[in-house]
Every structure is written in structure tokens, then in C-alpha cells.
């Protein structure tokens, strides 16, 4: 085994360390702050434009109605009305929605009008509303867009304007049947 002297060429000699400058620490300073800035700008931008509206448009006006939602609800309860709404298969992006209403005893409550919401969980500008054709006694059915993924049922009866059954499920949607 032989041992060859060891060559040393220019790029292996130590260099001298870089001097800082004013201007260097200027340019590290304002490319800071430019990077801050960008990122700041892109994030409000994406907070910005995917804000879908608020949930409530006044708290005082919600404040004010609440009482009235506890008498509603009070009533609505007393009745023991028994609402079920099925979701069919979806078929070319529309969601079959089939509903009963049966009162305490077991017969279809008459003279009620039906409205659907299909509620976006975050974002309100996806919600859809549907009013659902009467079918019989105390039976609705209406189609309804919906992508899939979470939603919130509303399901409203009314008689004459004034709701007399309100209710709010979260369901899923997938893309051959709603769970």
C-alpha cells in the first residue's frame, strides 16, 4: 500500500467568512418583510373569498326571537307528530326526498304545506329550498340538487303561513345513496 502526498487545490483552502454589510442586512430586512407581506396577502385573500356569509344577520333580532322559538317549540312538541323524510337514490345529481307527517294517532296530517332546506353546514351560498308537491294525506315528494357530502335537512310543515313543524338533521350524502 503506498501513500501518496495529499494535493491541495484552491477550492479546498479556507475562505475568508463574508463580511457583514448595511446594505446586505438592508436587502435580509426588506426580503423578510416582502415574504411576510405575500403570505399575509394570500391568506386574506383565501379568507376572504371563501367567507360564506354569516349565520345570523342580527344577534339582537335573533335575541328577540328566541322566546318565540321556545313557544313554538313547546307547541310543536305537544302535538307528537310523527315526520319522517326518506332520501332516495340520486339520479343525475337530483336527490329523490319523500316525507310523511303523521299526527300522535297514527293518521296523516292534512292541510299542511311542506318546504325543504338542504342547508350547507359551512358555507350557506350551496344551500338549497324546495318546496315538495303534496302526494296524498300527510305525504310529500320533491327532487332536490345536492353534491355530495354533509348537509342539514330542514324540514318545515306550515297551515296558512304559520309553521307548525320544524325540524333540523345532519345527514350525508354520498354519490349512489344518502346515508
Given at each position: 500500500m503506498s501513500m501518496r502526498p495529499a494535493t491541495r487545490t484552491a477550492s479546498d483552502q479556507a475562505r475568508p467568512p463574508r463580511e457583514i454589510t448595511g446594505r446586505m442586512v438592508f436587502v435580509c430586512v426588506v426580503t423578510f418583510f416582502a415574504v411576510v407581506t405575500a403570505v399575509n396577502a394570500v391568506m386574506i385573500r383565501a379568507a376572504v373569498s371563501t367567507f360564506g356569509g354569516l349565520e345570523t344577520d342580527s344577534s339582537y333580532k335573533a335575541?328577540?326571537?328566541?322566546?318565540?322559538?321556545?313557544?313554538?317549540?313547546?307547541?310543536?312538541?305537544?302535538?307528537?307528530?310523527?315526520?319522517?323524510?326518506?332520501?332516495?337514490?340520486?339520479?343525475?345529481?337530483?336527490?329523490?326526498?319523500?316525507?310523511?307527517a303523521l299526527d300522535a294517532a297514527g293518521r296523516p296530517v292534512s292541510g299542511q304545506n311542506a318546504h325543504v332546506r338542504l342547508s350547507h353546514p359551512t358555507d350557506?351560498?350551496?344551500?338549497?329550498?324546495?318546496?315538495?308537491?303534496?302526494?296524498?294525506p300527510g305525504r310529500f315528494a320533491g327532487?332536490?340538487?345536492?353534491?355530495?357530502?354533509?348537509?342539514?335537512?330542514?324540514?318545515?310543515?306550515?297551515?296558512?303561513?304559520?309553521?307548525?313543524?320544524?325540524?333540523?338533521?345532519?345527514?350525508?350524502?354520498?354519490?349512489?345513496?344518502?346515508?
Amino acid at each position: 500500500m503506498s501513500m501518496r502526498p495529499a494535493t491541495r487545490t484552491a477550492s479546498d483552502q479556507a475562505r475568508p467568512p463574508r463580511e457583514i454589510t448595511g446594505r446586505m442586512v438592508f436587502v435580509c430586512v426588506v426580503t423578510f418583510f416582502a415574504v411576510v407581506t405575500a403570505v399575509n396577502a394570500v391568506m386574506i385573500r383565501a379568507a376572504v373569498s371563501t367567507f360564506g356569509g354569516l349565520e345570523t344577520d342580527s344577534s339582537y333580532k335573533a335575541g328577540l326571537a328566541f322566546a318565540r322559538e321556545i313557544a313554538a317549540a313547546d307547541a310543536q312538541g305537544r302535538q307528537h307528530w310523527n315526520v319522517t323524510a326518506t332520501l332516495g337514490a340520486m339520479i343525475d345529481g337530483q336527490l329523490q326526498l319523500d316525507l310523511v307527517a303523521l299526527d300522535a294517532a297514527g293518521r296523516p296530517v292534512s292541510g299542511q304545506n311542506a318546504h325543504v332546506r338542504l342547508s350547507h353546514p359551512t358555507d350557506r351560498r350551496h344551500d338549497h329550498d324546495l318546496d315538495l308537491n303534496p302526494v296524498g294525506p300527510g305525504r310529500f315528494a320533491g327532487q332536490v340538487s345536492a353534491a355530495p357530502g354533509q348537509w342539514d335537512l330542514v324540514i318545515e310543515l306550515s297551515r296558512d303561513g304559520e309553521r307548525t313543524f320544524l325540524s333540523r338533521r345532519r345527514i350525508v350524502v354520498s354519490d349512489a345513496r344518502p346515508r
